[in-house]
Structure formats: structure tokens, C-alpha cells
């Protein structure tokens, strides 16, 4: 009914990336009001829910418990029901949201600062993990090669940008574990490889910063690509639901759109305003567990790490 997203762009900028402290202090900051809007843009007063969300994990500890203290304090002052969710379930949601006709079984790709995963949805409240990376996220991979090539934080958008004026096919950097079998990903390694050609080419000219971000873009994305058909071919599946931050990459998108026209299956992409974090994947996902009958104890913890599936 309303989605309302709080951005610390300018809290992070100066130190390019993201400070822990100053997230959760941001958050406290802020919680009550993000609630008050959404409430207000919805129509709805606190009573005329039917429950509250919030994401227990993974992600930062700090930011994860302001959320949910207030999350725990609202539901228990008003007599609502309460409901944790996996941050990567929420981000499958948004999928279902921007396409109410998205129907198990799908195959579900994460992709976002933290995570870059294939999942087989079966069963939403159980997604079954076919394969995830080894090393480090994609969306980690564009934020840090961002910073090589010397762009402001946030870097993946940036870097994004960047690519468009660049060469795809300038640099042949390699596609990681692409040709292998199974669903493993694998990025600290064109990471490495970025590095390498920047410190070789430096100082680097416009033209060759450009060139360096699409050829990287481009390998980065191609994995993606290909890993995504294989599964879909393996598992049987002609639907794709492609979620998470790096799911508002503008080739990543163009190439799947290609794939799926060619080999015949469905992409479904949520709106950008969804594929980044936000509230809204929480509050459905959150949704779909109480019509499963689930609870959360107010004594519900918040988690650091864990898989889904
Ligand atoms: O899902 P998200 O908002 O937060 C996490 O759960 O991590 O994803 C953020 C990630 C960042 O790494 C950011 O650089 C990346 O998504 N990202 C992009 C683009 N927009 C955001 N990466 C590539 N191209 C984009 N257009
Ligand atoms: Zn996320």
C-alpha cells in the first residue's frame, strides 16, 4: 500500500563504504519516522494492520537490532501479530510483487551486495539452494572495482554508468567459473584480474577507465547468464526471477531479456526501486509467513550470517 526508503548515501559517501556504527545510528535515527510515512501514504493507522515484518538477518548486527526493537515494541503496544524474515526471502518476494502471475516452481537468481545465489522455488517458504559463491558477492565485486577505477561511493551504479561509454569488448577478462559444472560462483578472482590491468595501464586515461568497467561489467554479467540457462535447462524450470541490487544492471537485464526470447523461458525483473533494499519485499514476504500460521516470539534474535535453503 506504500513503500517508503530511507537512503544513507551522504552518512557512507565520505568514507566510500558503508560504516557499521553509523548505519545503526542512522537507522535509530530514523525508524520512526520511515514508519509514521508509510502509514500515512498508506491511509492506515497502526490498529488496521494485520502484522509487522522485519528482517532478522543476515546482514549488520547493529542495523538488524535497531529494526527489530522497534519492530518488537510496535507489535507488542499494539496487539499485532510478529513475523522475522530471511533478508534473501524478502528479496525473492519483490519478484512476486512486480509479477502476481510468477508461480512456483521458478528459478529465483540473487544477486546483491552480500549474496549471489540460484535458488529452485518449489515451495516460497522453503527455497532449495542450488548453488552460491565461493568467494565474493557480485554486487561486492562491482562496489570494489568501482573503487578502483577511482568512482564515488555508492560504486556499483557508478561503475554502471561508466561501463556505457565504455568498450565490452576492449579487455577478454575471465568468465569464472562459467564452464564448470554446477552452480558455483566465484568473483575475488576478476577482482584480482580488474586490479592487475589497472595497475599495469596506470595512470589510466577516460577512455581505458571506461573500456576497464564495461569488459568488466560484461564478464561479470556473462556468468550470470550462462549459469542461469544451464540451471533452468537442468532443472526442468522456464521461469527466472532475478532479484537483489545488481538485478537494476542494465546488461545483466538486456542479456537475459535476449536469452529468454531465444530459449523460450519467462525473466522476471522486479521495478528498480525494488531490486535494491527495501521495505516493501520485507512486508510481502512477511505476509506470506503469517498466512503459513507463523510467529515470532518477541525473544526473536537477529543473525549475522545464514543461508537460506
Ligand atoms: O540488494 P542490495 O540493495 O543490498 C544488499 O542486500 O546487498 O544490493 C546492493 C548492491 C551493491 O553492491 C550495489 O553496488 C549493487 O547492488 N548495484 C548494482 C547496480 N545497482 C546496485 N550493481 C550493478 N549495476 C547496477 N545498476
Ligand atoms: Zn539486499
Redesign the pocket.
Known sequence: MASVVHHQVEVHAPYGGVVPELASRDHARAVSQVVDAALERAGVGPRGLGGVAVTAGP?LLGSLLVGLCFAKAFAYRFGLPLVGVH?LSG?LASAEIADPALRAPYLGLV?????TALYRIEDEAAPRLLGETRDD????A??KV?KLLGLPY????A??ALAEEGDETAIDFPRPMAGRPGYEFSYSGLKTAVALEVEARSPLRDGERADIAASF?AAATDVLVAKSQRALGDEGLDQLAVV???A???R?RERLVDAAAREGFRAVFPPLAL???NAAMIASAGYAGLARGERAELSLGAFARAPLG
Not at 137 to 140: L, M, N, P, T
Open positions: 546482514g533478508h528479496h544477486v546483491s551486495g552480500g549474496h558477492a557480485v554486487g561486492e562491482f562496489d568501482a555508492p560504486g556499483g551504479p561503475l554502471a561489467q537483489g541490487g545488481v537494476a544492471n542494465a545483466l531490486c535494491t533494499d
